[in-house]
């Protein structure tokens, strides 16, 4: 990793962001955060438009989430991490269906949001605990089709927490754990609308091995 | 003097009412435990008090109400007063006066139409039933009949005297019929007065004494069968009170026996429910088992897990698993064990005995937790899944419809309770 990750964060929050700020410089390798502020303006702007990520509150001063916001970053190619108070499956599925490379809630800590901000600087997904429940739940007509092992991958992720665990549980090594969940956010990649952070996430798969060009 | 009465009066006023309340309440408790006792003891106890017939007429329903007893009674003792009149008043003086009246026969048709009045009452009053409406109306009208031909056939100048037996008896034939009928009765006492009256006033000018003899007669039967009237009345409504008090005191027993049944239910369910508190209290009180050991503790935890979770399965919520879980992991937090909750999927509905099922592995893994849990519950229509990982040693038992599968590895336990909906 020859340059450092950047990031912005976007949170109405002053405490938020000085927590996410020292989370990310405090990683191994740190993150810089470049920009923060209460308004989705500071990642448009300045230092925060070249950022590599944008941690993002979904809910900027107001009871709606801003899936707007969320939109236009993700249609200018941005790699977004939705930061979130609120642990709800359609939101959750809405902001990947919309571009965002990680739905976070502000319940899970530290090492999953640096895994998830560095992942997202190489267009790559992750798919924390909460995430992984939604798509466990997923019901939706839209949905890709996961296969068994998939859908238990994420099950036993969501319940547990710990890669190891699934990986023993399963009996399958904790690389392929993360295999799983990436594939299965490349069938979510290629559903619904089109991103060019969607786009990006596949072809980083693709070039990872994950999947195959016949499979598209 | 005045200031100081008034003082003490206001400042007694409410004392006593207060006084009065709680006397009026726990006089009210009484009522309702002996109402309750009675309700419990044997169905011939509760029929005992004040019922003069034992048997099954005592039981059957229309003896059952004391209004509809009482009136019977009253109609059954006027009856023998009408008869006794009949016989011992009216009999005698028809026959000592026989061939003075004009003509004899119809005074002996109007003796026999009375009787037979008597008798056909007798029909109904002695089987203590009520005289139908058309055998009262009927009856009525053929004793005023019969009491205006036994006055037209009076002897000259013998109007409300010995010869005239008639009057004082059908105002007790009336009473018979329409005693249960105040008003009509009241009617026909005055048609009947009403119209001797007028026969003895037709008949041709009365002398002074004439007149003065017939108020007193007059007076003397009239006020002393009104007042009759007016008893049966007072005795009516007095029987009603009862009947209703009655009615109440079966109500508040009824009421009390239902409590105490929901109460005892209530109790039994919670027994059940209760699980590992009561033989835990009981081995505390006993010293049987010592709280110093770390088993015992555990099993606190756990005692003190369910009796949260068991509150937390009487409340009102829109989510009740997702609320019965949170009543587990609080107790498992307060013992200092972290706690994450993970929930995923909409709203299923889940039955309580099934929610007492997936909950139950949770509170035992939970109990055995040391430092860490991780609770989960993920929810599709199809699947119900609560897992927990924690650091701790734990075998929760799964039921029937709710199968539970655990694992350990190195001191970290994974279980999951899942539930099909049908």
């Not at chain 2, 009066?9 to 009065?20: N, R």
Request: one cysteine or more; aromatic letters at 4%.
């Amino acid at each position: 990793m020859a340059t450092r990750v950047t990031a912005v964060v976007v949170d109405d929050h002053p405490a938020v962001r000085a927590g996410v700020a020292y989370w990310l410089t405090g990683g191994d390798p740190p993150i810089d955060v470049v920009a923060e502020g209460e308004d989705v303006k500071v990642a448009w702007l300045g230092a925060g438009a070249t950022a590599d990520v944008v941690i993002f509150d979904l809910h900027l001063g107001g009871p709606a989430p801003a899936f707007g916001d969320l939109r236009r970053l993700a249609e200018a190619g941005r790699r977004v991490v939705v930061y979130s108070m609120r642990s709800d499956d359609d939101v959750a599925l809405q902001c990947l269906e919309l571009g965002a490379l990680c739905y976070l809630t502000k319940a899970e800590g530290a090492g999953h949001l640096v895994e998830a901000t560095r992942a997202a600087a190489q267009d790559r997904p992750y798919t924390p605990p909460s995430l992984a429940g939604a798509l466990a739940g997923d019901r939706s007509e839209t949905r890709p089709a996961l296969s068994a092992r998939e859908a238990e991958v994420l099950v036993e992720w969501f319940q547990s927490e710990s890669k190891e665990f699934v990986a023993h549980r399963l009996g399958i090594s904790a690389s392929t754990v993360n295999s799983h969940l990436e594939r299965i956010r490349v069938k979510y990649a290629r559903i619904g609308r089109e991103a060019p952070t969607k786009a990006a996430l596949v072809a980083r798969a693709i070039q990872d091995g994950l999947i195959g060009v016949d499979d598209l | 003097m005045r200031e100081s009465a008034t003082d003490s009066e206001e400042g007694a006023g409410p004392e006593f009412a207060a006084d009065a309340d709680g006397i009026a309440s726990s006089a009210q408790t009484t009522a309702a435990r002996d109402a309750a006792e009675t309700a419990t003891g044997s169905a011939a106890a509760h029929n005992a008090p004040g019922d003069p017939m034992p048997g099954p007429a005592a039981a059957s329903t229309a003896t059952a109400d004391p209004a509809i007893r009482l009136a019977a009674a009253i109609r059954i003792v006027l009856l023998g007063v009408t008869a006794m009149i009949q016989l011992g008043l009216g009999l005698a003086p028809l026959l000592r006066h026989h061939a003075a009246y004009r003509p004899p026969v119809l005074a002996d048709l109007a003796y026999a139409t009375l009787a037979g009045v008597t008798a056909l009452c007798a029909l109904w009053v002695l089987r203590r039933k009520p005289l139908p409406v058309t055998v009262a109306a009927g009856g009525a009208l053929v004793v005023l009949v019969a009491s205006f031909a036994a006055t037209a056939a009076l002897p000259p100048d013998s109007f409300f005297r010995e010869p005239h037996w008639s009057f004082g008896l059908v105002g007790w034939h009336l009473l018979v019929l329409l005693a249960d009928r105040v008003p009509a009765l009241l009617v026909a006492l005055a048609v009947h007065t009403a119209a001797s009256v007028t026969q003895f006033l037709l008949d041709g000018t009365p002398t002074r004494t004439e007149l003065g003899d017939a108020a007193i007669v007059l007076f003397g039967v009239t006020v002393f069968q009104l007042a009759i009237a007016g008893l049966i009345r007072l005795l009516d409504r007095r029987a009603s009170e009862a009947a209703a008090a009655a009615a109440e005191r079966e109500r508040l027993a009824i009421r009390a026996a239902l409590a105490d049944q929901a109460g005892h239910d209530l109790r039994t369910g919670f027994a059940e429910q209760l699980g590992a508190t009561l033989p835990l209290l009981a081995g505390l009180a006993d010293g049987t088992v010592d709280p110093r050991t770390p088993d015992a503790r555990a099993r606190c935890a756990l005692a003190a897990a369910q009796l949260r979770r068991l509150f937390a399965e009487n409340d009102d919520v829109p989510d009740p698993l997702v609320h019965e879980v949170t009543a587990c992991l609080d107790v498992a937090e307060r013992r200092g064990v972290a706690v994450t909750l993970a929930v995923s999927g909409d709203v299923v509905d889940v039955p309580a005995p099934i929610r007492r099922d997936l909950t139950g592995p949770v509170l035992t893994a939970l109990a055995a937790a040391r430092t860490r849990a991780r609770v989960s519950v993920l929810r599709t229509p199809e699947l119900v899944r609560v897992a927990v990982v924690a650091d701790g040693d734990a075998e929760p038992a799964g039921s029937a419809a709710v199968p539970v599968t655990s694992q350990s590895r190195d001191g970290q336990t994974w279980m999951e309770a899942r539930w099909r909906p049908e």
